[in-house]
Nanobody, 123 residues
Framework: QVQLVESGGGLVRPGGSLKLSCTAS????????MGWFRQAPGKEREFVAA????????YYAHSAEGRFTISRDNAKNMLVLEMNSLKPEDTAVYYC????????????????WGQGTQVTVSS
């Protein structure tokens, strides 16, 4: 079992920045890929970004490229998503997830999920 806890969500103005963190505990050695997904009201959950440890690589949704940066500290079992130039359409609940699959960008590849943290972008 892997437990994931997100933090860092909140209210931010358009153009602002926010940093989300995800702390993992439990049997984390199987979490080769850790990712962020988001779900806005009335919409399906969508991929945002992922970090694969072996081979070392990162992946971004088109909507996140150039604005969001995913990073990982395995020694601290922590995943971070730095979000810049935020837009109202970035408003959603953001979820951290873990998968044993390299390069996983589909939600069904992830077996462990956090409870989510709300991000609201509004003036």
């Amino acid at each position: 079992q892997v437990q994931l806890v997100e933090s860092g969500g909140g209210l931010v103005r358009p153009g602002g920045s926010l940093k989300l963190s995800c702390t993992a505990s439990g049997r984390t050695f199987g979490s080769n890929t850790m990712g962020w997904f988001r779900q806005a009201p009335g919409k399906e959950r969508e991929f945002v970004a992922a970090h694969t440890w072996i081979p070392r690589s990162t992946y971004y949704a088109h909507s996140a490229e150039g604005r969001f940066t995913i990073s990982r500290d395995n020694a601290k079992n922590m995943l971070v998503l730095e979000m810049n130039s935020l837009k109202p359409e970035d408003t959603a609940v953001y979820y951290c997830a873990a998968s044993p699959t390299p390069r996983a960008t589909l939600s069904n590849a992830y077996g462990y999920w956090g409870q989510g943290t709300q991000v609201t972008v509004s003036s």
